[in-house]
Structures are given as structure tokens and as C-alpha cells.
């Protein structure tokens, strides 16, 4: 029997191996993909909060490699599959979104709930609804390409004319699909929407997604770090340790003699503040040692609870 692999889907002797194995969701050695999806969530989320002003999220659901021919399985519920031709990966990017992520669309991008939530997915779309969803999945491949932009350059544009095979539009039924759900969630309402996409689109860049960003950014340069050395973590820091003043009236200064004692409004345990340049860096408490006054770090400061004080002049 001979067996014939194609390049790219299989071992090749004295090559690299390739992303992803067939039949293998080796996701995990490639962890910058998973961060652009990540990164294309967030930025989608902030995109949507341009249009409505109740709280909305879109999450990275799941991220897995499955083969063309289950992807139906796989994104199962996901009616409406839309195509688009990533120029730049000369590869077609199938995304699909149920009737949740549909009906949302309509309510947040219109600014109101004026469609009724449908009880079936398989409801046909309305004229208004399908460019609805078109105009927020348009925004969220755009905040994709931003976020592929430091791997590959890429640019989408809609293929009508392929969204009537759907998934089978990015290939054969045999050949390995990447396949990232998101959930969009806003009060008690939510949706899916998957972005499906070749494996071998990504094979070019395996060794770039393979990184961690800035997994690498190790300062090469002896003279720069000597320099950061002697000028940042050398640098002296002036601190002050504050107790807690008590105010006086002009007539009890003036009626102060040699050996009156200034009562201060703390006791001997209580906690002492150490400032730099205004800001509260530990709490303290007051002790003696070899005849002279100390302080002992007890806990660090709380930011915002400094930031409050500050403002309230405390």
C-alpha cells in the first residue's frame, strides 16, 4: 500500500512539522493565535459599546481544530454562515452566528427591542436583520485583521456567491479547520458567533504563533541595562514617615513652655504611614531599637484606598 501526504498535512522528513497534526487539535503550541482572539473580543466589545449604552460582552468561548466535515456538528445551532475572502492569507474565513447573536444585533445596533426574539433558529432573516448582522460582523473581522496585524496583513471582503456552500467554503470536507466560538452577552440575552478559518491559511506563520509576544524581549544590550541598572533601580527614593497630626490654636502655641508634652491623637500601636512624594507606599508601626526610633512594615498600601485619601484630603 502507498501512502501519499500532501505537503502541509503531514510529517515531512527533514521539515518542519506542521501546525497542527490531522485529526490533532494541537492548539496549544500556538498561543499567540489564542491572543488574537482574544484581543479581537475585547476590541469588538468596545466597538459595540459605541451603539448602545446597556453592558455588553463578547468572550472567547472555545478555540479547536476540527475537520471540515464536522464542523456542522461542531457549530451546531449557528444558521446564518457567511463568507469572506481574507486577502492576504488567500484563504476564505467562513463566520456563522445563531438567532441570539442575530436578534441582539438588531436591538443594540437599532437601539431598541423593537424585533421580538425569535424562539426557533432556523427563522428566516429579515432584509433589515441580515444587513444588521453583515454591519457587526464586518466590525468584528476588522478588529480580527487589527489584531493579526503584527503576524499577516489581512483584509476581508464578503463573497456572497460562496456563503451558499457554507462551511464547505473554506475546504474539502477532509482538511483541518480552526473553528473560535464567541459568546456575546448583554443582561439576560446572549448568542454565538464562530469564525472558522483553514489550518493551512496559518501554516506560513506557524513559527510566529508558535511565540508567546515579547516571549524573547531580552535586553541584548549591556550598556542599556547598566544604564537602566544605575538610573532606575539604584535611584534613591526619599520617604517620609507620617503620624497623624493635631491641630493647635494659635493661643496654645503661645502658652507652650520648655518640657510641655504635645499629646498626638494615636496611640503606640497604632499605624504609621510611610509617603514618598505624596503617595502612601507601606503602614507601619512605631518601635525602638538600639536607642533609636524604628518603624516596622506591616502591610503594603492599598492604591485606591490612598488615591481616595489623597482626594479627600485625609
Known sequence: MTLNLQQGEGARPG??????????ASLDRMPALTLIFEETAANFTRALEEFTNIPVALSLEDLD???????????????TILVYDANGLSAKFAVAVDSGFRDMAVEMLLGSGVVERSDK??????????????????????????????????????????????????????????????RL???EHEGLVAIVLPRAA????????????GAEGVARDER???????NIVRTEVAV?????????????????????VLRLPIAPTSPIRIESEGRTLFWCTLGQKDGHYTVRLEDFSDERQSFIENILGV
Open 15 to 24: 521539515g518542519d512539522e506542521p501546525l497542527i497534526s490531522i485529526g490533532e
Open 65 to 79: 481544530a476540527k475537520r471540515v466535515g464536522d464542523l456542522q456538528q461542531h457549530c451546531e445551532g449557528l444558521s
Open 121 to 182: 433558529a432556523d427563522r428566516a432573516a429579515s432584509r433589515v436583520e441580515t444587513g444588521l448582522v453583515n454591519f457587526a460582523v464586518n466590525r468584528l473581522l476588522n478588529r480580527l485583521a487589527a489584531a493579526l496585524a503584527p503576524v499577516a496583513e489581512v483584509q476581508f471582503e464578503q463573497d456572497m456567491l460562496a456563503s451558499e456552500a457554507g462551511y464547505g467554503a473554506v475546504g474539502q470536507r477532509g482538511a483541518v479547520a480552526i473553528a473560535c466560538r464567541f
Open 185 to 187: 452577552k448583554s443582561l
Open 202 to 213: 496559518l501554516d506560513p506563520y506557524r513559527t510566529a504563533l508558535s511565540r508567546f509576544p
Open 224 to 230: 542599556w541595562s547598566e544604564n537602566l541598572y544605575d
Open 240 to 260: 517620609n514617615v507620617k503620624i497623624e497630626a493635631r491641630g493647635f490654636t494659635l493661643e496654645d502655641i503661645a502658652n507652650l513652655e520648655v518640657g510641655d
